[in-house]
């Protein structure tokens, strides 16, 4: 009897312990493995990325030069004949006759003229190397000595004043530019008769902004150095004057037979001038009539090379004019058939 208490008891214990086994082992979980799980490998897609273009900037378009489209051709007293562009007939400058106005101001470019009986010879002040200025015997007129970069030498004479002088209603004629003083970089600006030299520094130097010493004040005799220098045109509440142009499209008052009409310089085959200042011009109309009249007393035109023609018809009652062809289209002339 008591082996088989004996052997009931350890039946007993052996499933107890298996029991408490059991529960341990799932309070525990499942066994927890040290070795990473595998995953299966994914291809990554490589993308080309599409070769970055530039986006030029467009480029600037310079606009062509304007071609030279001569209007009407002069002939002048020394026989040479000049085409030119931009022709037209000019008044004398009237002043103000009175009554209420109000004073204007402005300024406008002007440029280095060189003017030589009825040719204004245009310069870039770039290409000059030196220039002396004098008074003329002419009054309100300089006398200009012109050296280019090439020690060519000229000579002429300048206005100091638009007025009366030039196809400009008004202006005085300063030189202005860029100098420095006191450590600052200023505006210059000094009137034409006051400047006595003005002269290139560094000839040889081609890359840098060129530099120019000028002599000005004819009493203190200063110097100055500057750049940039160019001619404006500068004036100041002045007297309204009056200026007529008439271009080959304007209405041109003139007198025929004692009758006033208006007719446009377009209309006009070719004029010649006479001997005298008192006698009619002989004009010849494009529709075949040919008829005496007087005419504005100065002309103007543009040369291909960019002077000026600028003149009275006559000086001291002697033409320096003697004939004008109205081109029929631009670039014909028909000096020969002058009437």
Same mark, same amino acid.
């Given at each position: 009897m008591s082996m088989n208490k004996i052997t009931g008891k350890k039946q007993l214990f052996l499933l107890g312990f298996a029991i408490i086994w059991v529960l341990l082992a799932l309070a525990c979980g499942p066994e927890i493995s040290k070795k990473k799980p595998t995953t299966p490998a994914t291809k990554t897609k490589i993308i080309k990325k599409s070769p970055v273009t530039k986006i030029k900037k467009p480029k600037k378009i310079e606009k062509p030069a304007p071609v030279f489209q001569p209007q009407a051709a002069i002939t002048l007293s020394d026989g040479? %004949?000049?085409? %030119?562009?931009?022709?037209?007939f000019y008044s004398k400058h009237r002043n103000f006759g009175g009554g209420f106005y109000t004073p204007s101001s402005g300024s406008t470019k002007w440029f280095l003229y060189l003017k030589q009986g009825p040719i204004w010879k245009k310069f870039d002040f770039s290409k000059v190397k030196s220039l002396?200025?004098?008074?003329?015997? #002419?009054?309100?007129?300089l006398k200009i000595d012109l050296v280019r970069l090439d020690d060519t030498k000229l000579q002429g004479l300048h206005p100091i004043y638009s007025y009366k002088n030039s196809w400009h209603k008004h202006g005085h004629v300063y030189l202005t530019g860029e100098a420095e003083v006191l450590g600052r970089v200023g505006n210059f600006k000094c009137k034409i008769e006051d400047v006595l030299i003005f002269e290139k520094l560094d000839v040889d130097v081609t890359d840098a902004t060129p530099k120019f010493k000028i002599i000005h004040n004819r009493k203190e005799k200063n110097e100055t150095t500057m750049t940039k220098p160019e001619f404006k045109l500068i004036w100041k509440k002045v007297t309204p004057t009056y200026l007529d142009i008439y271009k080959l499209k304007s209405n041109m008052p003139v007198t025929v037979n004692n009758t006033e009409i208006k !007719?446009?310089?377009?209309? !006009?085959d070719s004029i010649i001038v006479p001997q005298k200042s008192s006698s009619m011009f002989t004009v010849k109309m494009k529709k075949g009539e040919t008829v005496k009249i007087k005419l504005p007393p100065r002309v103007f035109g543009k040369l291909e090379n960019g002077d000026i023609l600028f003149t009275y018809i006559f000086e001291k009652g002697k033409p320096v004019v003697t004939? #004008?062809? #109205?081109?029929e289209k631009p670039g014909l002339t028909k000096i020969n058939q002058l009437p």
């Open positions: 040479k %004949v000049y085409e %030119v562009a931009d022709f037209a002396t200025l004098s008074k003329s015997k #002419i009054s309100n007129w !007719i446009k310089p377009g209309e !006009i004939g #004008i062809q #109205i081109m």
